[in-house]
């Protein structure tokens, strides 16, 4: 993800070496840039977010930041732009800050053109337990860092947990024992277990494909993978009627489009997706592809 840079001048938490503030410096000899990136551009509702957050001195001064994540400024919007409010157990380490270490103001002295990471646990000062998109950007002092994105499926619901989804899922491999090299696709079948029809967004980037070796290591991404991976989960408005009790296909995922699966060896594969309706994730059954020289 590439990270935009924004630069500002003037004072940014700067602290002497005494713990006392510095007075404000001018454009022309001060200026930072903040920028930020995840690797968790989805992930289940119940999970950690952590944000990686890059301070760089773009001057020709050395000073003392004060970086600590309670100290930057947070913006969490929702889908529908507005602000998500803030975990209660950070509302008050907000009205405590001198018995919280996330606000201990520890100077770190930040050399020309050095620049720090810090590594942010967003969930713990924002909820953010409902599944949606939600834009994250981080301000110290004057600057704005870029904006990310991250999308919060809903949390998965074991068999027998007591929750009636509204579908179930079937997969099927076109070929349960295919060349290296060869196409690799697997059919995708849904049924609908509610009384009523039901219309089910089939786009590709509904679904999240879990695929690993017999080691237990996940498959790598190809480039297109990458891409596609950035956008799981979200949907695209491409509905599929589903008829009462009924089981439709939903098409053919061609698996060696987006994984290497180039190595012989059994692969096992299994895809889920959001049932909106219970907000939970469905789970299909699990399939295992052997991959021949």
């Given at each position: 993800?590439?990270?935009?840079e924004i630069l500002f001048a003037g004072l940014i938490f700067l602290i002497a070496a005494n713990g006392t503030a510095q007075s404000v410096q001018t454009a022309d000899t001060t200026s930072l840039s903040v920028s930020i990136s995840t690797d968790q551009n989805t992930l289940m509702a119940g999970k950690q977010l952590k944000v990686?957050?890059?301070v760089k001195n773009t001057s020709t001064k050395v000073f003392n930041a004060v970086p600590e994540c309670g100290q930057f400024q947070i913006s969490v919007l929702d889908a529908k732009g507005a602000a998500v409010p803030q975990a209660e157990g950070y509302r008050q380490a907000?009205?405590?800050?001198?018995r919280n270490p996330t606000f201990r103001r520890t100077a770190v002295r930040l050399q020309p053109a050095e620049t720090r990471k810090w590594s942010c646990t967003v969930t713990d000062m924002y909820d953010l337990s409902q599944p949606g998109e939600y834009t994250i950007q981080f301000q110290l002092g004057a600057v704005k860092s870029n904006a990310i994105t991250v999308t919060i499926t809903a949390p998965v619901v074991e068999s027998g947990?007591?929750?009636n989804q509204s579908f179930s899922l079937h997969i099927e491999a076109i070929q349960d024992i295919v060349k290296a090299g060869s196409k690799i696709e697997v059919g995708i079948y849904a049924t609908n277990t509610t009384e009523q029809p039901k219309q089910l967004d089939n786009a590709l980037t509904a679904y999240i494909v879990s695929i690993r070796d017999a080691s237990g290591g996940s498959a790598a991404l190809l480039e297109p993978g990458k891409l596609w991976q950035k956008n799981q989960g979200k949907g695209g408005g491409?509905?599929?009627l589903l008829q009462p009790g009924k089981e439709a296909g939903l098409g053919l995922l061609p698996l060696s489009d987006f994984y290497d699966m180039a190595s012989p060896g059994e692969y096992i594969v299994q895809l889920s997706r959001a049932d909106e309706k219970t907000n939970t994730v469905v789970k299909s059954n699990t399939i295992r592809i052997t991959i021949t020289p």
């Open positions: 993800m590439k990270s935009a990686n957050a890059d907000i009205k405590d800050k001198s947990a007591g929750v491409n509905s599929v």
